[in-house]
């Protein structure tokens, strides 16, 4: 079974430049994640979709990012224009509904900004 | 605020030893504590969970000790072994699991 995939792996763009992450997750996982992990602490959520639906993107900064999951199965995070606090790793993970607790996680993208 | 502390936030063990690694959480609506392992360049990996019905679960070298009274939960390592090296979060969640609040992690050196 493939696990989930996320593309590119690594990113380095200038401050105020767009950015764009994607992931495709485990097949059959309605339930798809979007974390932030900045160096040295934990995945943080920024995003979660049921299916195409987002139905938890509170901690979103949604001046900025935006999130997409048109057909319910991949999804792209964007982020426009980039700060240089948004050097961080982006990690997406997916999960089976109505067993949502065990999650898969994907390699991440580490997006630098310079 | 931090739904979740972990601590300490480097371990270092002899090849052989036993790590281990506690958390402790506040809301008493959590019902799923997992651990989760992660190798540099790697996504974290899901290592082992119990639920607060249960005070121990075991598989393998790795043991979560769960005391609902005092609201901790702990990773034993027996065996420590030098593959075992990574940084280990702890997590915890609620209702349906889709509320997922991680430690900010613990980086496990196990030295030959």
């Known amino acids: 079974e493939a696990g989930v995939v996320q593309s590119p792996r690594y990113k380095i763009i200038e401050k105020k430049q767009p950015v764009a992450f994607w992931c495709n997750p485990i097949?059959?996982?309605?339930?798809l994640y979007w974390y932030l992990q900045n160096l040295g602490q934990g995945p943080e959520l920024l995003i979660r979709?049921?299916?195409?639906?987002?139905?938890?993107d509170s901690q979103l900064p949604k001046d900025r990012f935006s999130a997409e999951r048109l057909k319910g199965v991949d999804s792209t995070l964007k982020i426009q224009p980039a700060e240089l606090g948004d050097s961080a790793v982006y990690l997406c993970?997916?999960?089976?509904?109505?067993?949502?607790?065990?999650?898969?996680f994907g390699p991440g993208t580490r997006l630098t900004v310079t | 605020q931090q739904q979740v502390k972990q601590s300490p936030q480097s371990l270092i063990v002899q090849k052989g030893g036993i790590s281990i690694i506690n958390c402790a959480y506040e809301?008493?609506?959590?019902?799923?504590f997992p651990w989760y392992q992660q190798f540099p360049g790697k996504g974290p990996a899901l290592l082992i969970a119990?639920?607060?019905?249960?005070s121990e679960k075991k598989e393998g070298r790795f043991t979560i000790s769960f005391n609902k009274s005092a609201k901790q939960f702990s990773l034993h390592i027996m065996d420590s072994q030098p593959g075992d090296s990574a940084t280990y979060f702890c997590?915890?969640?609620?209702?349906?699991?889709?509320?997922?609040?991680f430690g900010t992690g613990t980086s496990l050196t196990v030295i030959p």
């Open positions: 809301n008493t609506a959590f019902d799923y």
């Open positions: 993970a997916s999960s089976v509904k109505p067993q949502g607790y065990e999650q898969y």
């Open positions: 097949s059959g996982h309605n339930t």
């Open positions: 997590a915890a969640s609620r209702n349906t699991g889709n509320q997922f609040y």
């Open positions: 119990i639920r607060p019905d249960v």
């Open positions: 979709y049921e299916n195409e639906e987002a139905v938890d």
